[in-house]
């Protein structure tokens, strides 16, 4: 990662260390915060639309690294053509894991829900082992690995690319939840699907497409993040988890609030990291959501709902 | 025996309920009335702890019960079923009935794992008592039936059945009536009147006038969250309120 | 009663002959850990299969009991014998504190505030490397002993750890058949009902919690003892997906599922020996297939597909 290099530099600069670092912490929480936001906006987009937690989330997230990976080195296809396609492939991957697994449910209570969607992400996982093997790879960054310094602190043109898909994917989504008459349908999913399916929206239809949707986004997020961190076929797990505690924070919401819940916790997550300790990184977003689960289960910005009984 | 008084409830900006007040008397048949929406079920989950009000007092035989949680009230012999029955769908009639034994007993985890004689002995207890119920409530013959294989008319009774065997002193039932026959709704209102003749003070929420009014002593009307009338079967029946508030209703 | 009483007699038997139709050797060893993954078993289906509750966590508490004792015998010297209910102890409190603001959740939430528990489990046993030696794990555990006799061999070790599973097993059909487990299963099926008969159902669902780590925390304990060495790697979340697999393989809410489930999942790597990538991508497709076509388990499965298939040959008589 630029960190590396980040922090050659500060040591030369040594005066403003303390800040240039935390500049540093910040800047690359922010773009893996963006990476847990994507995730977490899918979760939310198939939560709202069928109120199932999709724990294979983070393996659409590692088909769309190993797809471009694939489409890349044994297809030999350019990386602008390769990234499409893995999108595509990821997307068609998530369509056939809902027809196949869950809409064939014959007692989709949450239980077999939660069970049926951890077997399909073993499976997954464990298929693309047997495909492409346990080993590590990387992936070109898009625009060079020519590092970028801001105030002390340095970025890869990655993690502007990082940033700017994700900008962009979360304005596509708000333009199609709040413009599109597919969009609307599906929220009016969210808020009932009983009433929905009586004005004459194709419910399972909506629910199909919010697989599509959110493996589309998972796959997005999974191709631009891989140049920074690698692909393997087991880097799904932890992203999707903390895809899913971005969520929680977020109060589930397939918008801004899930977007903030990642920035959030990537950046806690690098600051903490940095000035605490590395070996407990992985612990501060499953701490923040148990905490937030606790005490706060609406999510950070949610309002309190009661439960109809 | 049981008073409700300036109970309110909101729902984000729905006022579900809005300063209810009305007294139970021991021994009596309430019957609770109003149009769908009224706030009724409202009402009882509020009684029974199931929400927690907004505003306002519940007092059980002189004392405060409000905001007590459902398994505290039941100890105190408030209990309920449910206008969409709740049974226990995966167990048997008769264990259905078992576990409305369950404040009557007090075995803890660790004797029942480790079955010491006392928690023996009162599993026998608790198996023949609950019989009892079964009989009480004429489903005897379906003790072994899977709860969630019970037609629907047996369902009701059933909850009954495992209410009763609270040993209740006041039993609430939303909608008893609701998706029964002629002759089930009649065999209905003969257990209703058995259970107060136990003793047990029984509260009603019902569309079916015609049972209302046979076998009610009081009547409460709600409408819209308030209090609409009360009073004796008769001064409701000429209320030109309550007349009004059902005009358009096929009641 | 009594035909229960004999079925646990003659699984007891079951397990004691064993043994002798396998003459020691390999086999031995990986039957011993279908003992201790039959108490993880059992302790997870109390708390999902009785009570409905699900946890992803529970290799956590495996760990911890591992853990604990491991590290009061060999860093402090305790005696095993006392080091093993001083874990379970501490396990019990742990989990009866977590266990109510977590069993306030339900369905995903509740999954996810577990597995949450249990990967931060797991990362503390990473991480307080002076304690648990990180993830180059902990050695020279000694066996356990009573008097002379050393458990020292898997045969021994073999009926040390049965000894304690059967113990699961009878608490877990005493369990079932009391006012307790019946309570639970009514939380499962209707918590408002269950509440409105007086069943203090987030009570109750913290002692199960409890009683459920505890039992996980005694498999540990075992575990290291028979072991002598433990590293982090044996309870990670994945473990906790294999526990949560052999319980809805075996049959949720039903006694001798998770034996079925714990042997039919130990056994299958060695029975796959050689296919050793294959057995993420079979436990996979062996959770999706169960919850989508036998969602009873295996225990229920059977006999139900015997009735469905006796229930079609009578139609084809009837037409
Ligand atoms: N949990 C809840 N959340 C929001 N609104 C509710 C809830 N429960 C009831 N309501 C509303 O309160 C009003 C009264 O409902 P209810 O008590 O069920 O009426 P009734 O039983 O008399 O038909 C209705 O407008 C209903 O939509
Ligand atoms: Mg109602």
């Known amino acids: ?309 | 025996m049981l008073e409700v008084s300036g109970v309110s409830q909101l729902f984000g900006g729905v006022i579900a309920l809005d300063r209810v007040s009305f007294t139970i008397a021991k021994g009596d048949i309430t019957g609770v009335i109003g149009p769908n929406g009224a706030g009724k079920t409202t009402l009882f989950n509020i009684i029974t702890g199931i929400y927690t009000r907004t505003a306002g007092k519940v007092v059980l035989e002189g004392t405060d019960v409000s905001g007590l949680p459902p398994e505290r009230l039941a100890r105190l012999g408030l209990v309920r079923t449910f206008q969409n029955i709740e049974l226990f769908g995966g167990m048997t009639v008769h264990e259905n009935v078992m576990v409305g034994m369950h404040t009557k007993s007090s075995s803890g985890l660790l004797a029942c794992a480790l079955k010491m004689p006392w928690s023996v002995a009162e599993e026998r207890r608790i198996r023949d008592n609950s019989l009892k119920w079964l009989d009480f409530t004429g489903i005897s013959d379906l003790a072994e039936t899977t709860a969630a294989n019970l037609p629907f008319g047996q369902g009701r009774l059933l909850e009954i059945a495992r209410a009763l065997a609270v040993e209740p002193r006041v039993i609430l039932m939303d909608e008893p009536a609701a998706g029964l026959n002629n002759q089930e709704t009649l065999a209905l209102s003969r257990l209703i009147e058995r259970i107060r003749a136990t003793g047990i003070t029984v509260v009603l929420v019902e569309h079916d006038m015609e049972l209302v009014m046979e076998i009610c002593d009081r009547i409460v009307v709600l409408n819209l969250g308030k209090k609409l009338a009360e009073g004796t079967p008769r001064e409701t029946q000429d209320n030109p309120e309550v007349i009004a508030a059902y005009l358009g209703e096929d009641e | 009663m009594k035909r229960e009483l004999l079925k646990f007699l003659a699984f007891a038997l079951f397990v004691c002959l064993v043994p002798l139709a396998c003459r020691g050797g390999y086999l031995i060893n990986v039957l011993l850990f279908v003992g201790i993954n039959t108490m993880l078993a059992i302790a997870l289906n109390l708390l999902l299969g009785y009570a409905g509750q699900i946890s992803l966590g529970h290799a956590g508490f495996f760990g911890l009991g591992a853990y604990l004792s491991g590290i009061l015998t060999v860093t402090y010297g305790w005696n095993p014998w006392l080091a093993m209910p001083a874990a379970a102890a501490l396990v019990g409190c742990l989990a009866g504190l977590l266990g109510f603001p977590i069993l306030k959740l339900r369905g995903h939430y509740l999954a996810m505030a577990t597995l949450g528990m249990g990967i931060i489990i797991y990362i503390v046993f990473n991480e307080t490397i002076e304690l648990t030696g990180g993830p180059s794990g902990l050695s020279g555990i000694a066996n356990l002993s009573i008097g002379s006799l050393t458990f020292d061999s898997d045969c021994k070790n073999y009926y040390l750890v049965w000894f304690f599973a059967l113990v699961t097993v009878l608490f877990s059909l005493n369990v079932a058949n009391s006012r307790i487990g019946r309570a639970l299963k009514a939380i499962n099926d209707s918590e408002v009902a269950a509440r409105v008969v007086g069943v203090n159902a987030r009570l109750l669902k913290v002692q199960i919690f409890a009683l459920s780590a505890i039992i996980c925390s005694l498999a540990g304990s075992l575990y290291a003892h028979c072991m002598t060495f433990i590293s982090p790697a044996s309870f990670g979340f994945n473990f906790s997906v294999e526990l949560l697999t052999m319980v809805v393989i075996g049959g949720l809410g039903s006694v001798y599922g998770p034996f079925l489930g714990a042997a039919l999942l130990t056994l299958l790597p060695e029975i796959l020996r050689g296919a050793n990538d294959y057995d993420i991508v079979i436990y996979g497709a062996l959770l999706v297939l169960m919850v989508m076509f036998m969602p009873g388990g295996l225990v229920r499965g059977f006999p139900e597909l015997r009735r469905r298939l006796a229930k079609r040959k009578g139609g084809v008589e009837h037409a």
């Not at chain 1, 499409?84 to 998530?94: F, K, L, M, N, V």
């Not at chain 1, 043109?157 to 990082?162: A, D, K, M, S, V």
């Open chain 1, 1 to 309: 990662m630029g960190k590396g290099r980040g922090e050659s530099l500060l040591v030369e600069t040594g005066y403003s260390m303390q800040f240039s670092q935390i500049l540093q912490y910040l800047l690359s929480g922010l773009s893996i915060g963006a990476i847990y936001a994507l995730i977490g906006v899918g979760f939310s987009i198939i939560y709202n639309a069928t109120g199932i937690i999709n724990f294979a989330q983070g393996e659409f997230v590692m088909l769309g690294g190993m797809l471009t990976l694939f489409f890349l080195e044994m297809l030999k296809f350019p990386l602008w053509l390769a990234i499409p396609c893995a999108i595509a492939a990821s997307t068609a991957a998530g369509i056939l894991f809902e027809r196949l697994a869950i809409r064939p449910l014959r007692r989709p209570t949450p239980i077999n829900l939660v069970i049926l969607t951890i077997g399909g992400s073993i499976l997954i996982r464990g298929l693309a082992m047997l495909v492409w093997g346990k080993d590590t790879h990387a992936i070109p960054s898009f625009s060079g690995d020519e590092p970028i310094s801001i105030g002390g602190a340095t970025i890869l043109p990655q993690h502007l690319w990082i940033l700017g898909v994700t900008l962009l994917m979360v304005s596509v989504n708000k333009f199609y939840f709040n413009r599109t008459i597919s969009g609307k349908a599906m929220r009016a999913c969210a808020y009932n699907r009983r009433a929905a399916s009586l004005v004459g929206i194709d419910v399972r239809r909506m629910v199909m497409l919010s697989f599509a949707i959110s493996s589309a986004m998972g796959a997005v997020a999974g191709i631009i993040v891989a140049p920074l961190t690698m692909v393997a076929y087991d880097v799904g797990g932890m992203l999707g988890l903390k895809g899913f505690c971005a969520a929680i924070v977020g109060g589930m919401s397939s918008g801004i609030p899930t977007v903030m819940g990642g920035l959030i916790l990537g950046v806690l997550e690098s600051m903490g990291a940095g000035l605490i300790s590395s070996g407990y990184k992985d612990a501060i977003a499953f701490i923040v959501l148990l905490l937030l689960l606790f005490l706060r289960p609406q999510g950070l910005f949610g309002k309190p709902e009661s439960e109809r009984v």
